[in-house]
């Protein structure tokens, strides 16, 4: 209704309309939204979380108080109550939310962790998995769990469920099982870590590259190479790709060669800043 810097004159007007009599059960609520958006605006959490559910109280299936209070605890990392409003939510709208009602789980057992509670750490990502196996993140928290624990296999077998099913940022934990698998000297592993990985999508350039690093480090850079040259795609060139195509080229390649490589990738990237 008025700008942010108006605030102030904000509440004064929508408190002043509450009491207006006859109102009906819309405007009521709109009142109280506006209230309850003024009031997170300038800092007033407690006050804005109360016309929510004045809100509620009048509308009881408002989705908007519903989502705005799931909201406001996940912000105050309040997960009871995350996970309250958000269970409401789900009967009124009738979509299993188990994604977001797991993701609850897994911030209370980071609260945990912290904490120094790991068996309680534990058993809310274990909780946040038998909720939703397909929320990816509860792995990577009860690898991390382990890893402290300093049992490394166990944090080796959610960390590769983890890279498995989050294709993007299970990118995160690659560095993790590399020196897991080191550590626990189970070197082969790697690359077939990394070969798996690249089984389900073979354009993941990231694995592909730790891939032909862990085959130039063996000495078999000439198979790196061929790795790296089937994995280009003719059509979208990545960087990554060519640049680890240049790393390998270096030991074999002419000055001459290596130059027609160099000259490429500037081109190309010229030709992207133009676009």
């Known amino acids: 209704m ?8 904000a509440i004064k007007i929508h408190q002043s ?12 609520v709109e009142i109280h939204k506006a209230l309850a958006k003024d009031y997170i605006e300038i800092g007033y959490v407690k006050n804005a ?25 996940e912000e105050n990392q309040d997960w009871e109550n ?54 990816s993140q509860a792995y990577k928290f009860l690898g991390d769990l382990y890893e402290k ?7 080796l077998e959610n960390w590769k469920i983890y890279a498995t099913k989050d ?30 990985l690249i089984s389900i999508d073979k354009l993941n350039y990231e694995a592909i590259i730790k891939l032909a690093n862990v085959l130039d480090e063996k ?20 960087i990554r790709i060519e640049l680890m195509k240049l790393k390998l080229s270096i030991a074999t390649a002419t000055p001459i060669e290596l130059g027609h490589q160099i000259d490429d990738i500037i081109n190309r990237k010229l030709k992207n800043s133009d676009d």
């Open 149 to 155: 624990n300093r049992d490394l296999v166990k944090a």
């Open 49 to 73: 979380i109360e016309q929510a559910k004045k809100i509620l109280l009048i509308e009881k299936r408002n989705i908007w108080s519903l989502k705005f209070l799931i909201s406001i605890s």
């Open 219 to 238: 000495g078999e850079t000439n198979k790196a190479l061929n790795l790296i040259e089937n994995s280009v795609d003719k059509k979208k060139k990545d």
């Open 167 to 196: 294709k993007k940022s299970g990118i995160d934990v690659y560095h993790k099982i590399e020196s897991a698998l080191f550590d626990l000297g189970r070197y082969s592993e790697v690359e077939k870590f990394y070969q798996n």
């Open 2 to 9: 008025l700008r942010k810097e108006n605030t102030d004159q």
């Open 82 to 135: 995350a996970a309250l409003w958000s269970k409401h939510l789900q009967k009124i709208s009738g979509k299993k939310e188990l994604n977001n009602l797991s993701r609850f789980d897994i911030y209370k057992g980071l609260d945990c962790m912290r904490n120094g509670q790991t068996d309680d750490a534990k058993t809310f990502f274990e909780k946040a998995i038998k909720k939703s196996p397909n929320n």
């Open 17 to 28: 309309l509450t009491v207006r009599p006859n109102l009906r059960s819309e405007q009521k």
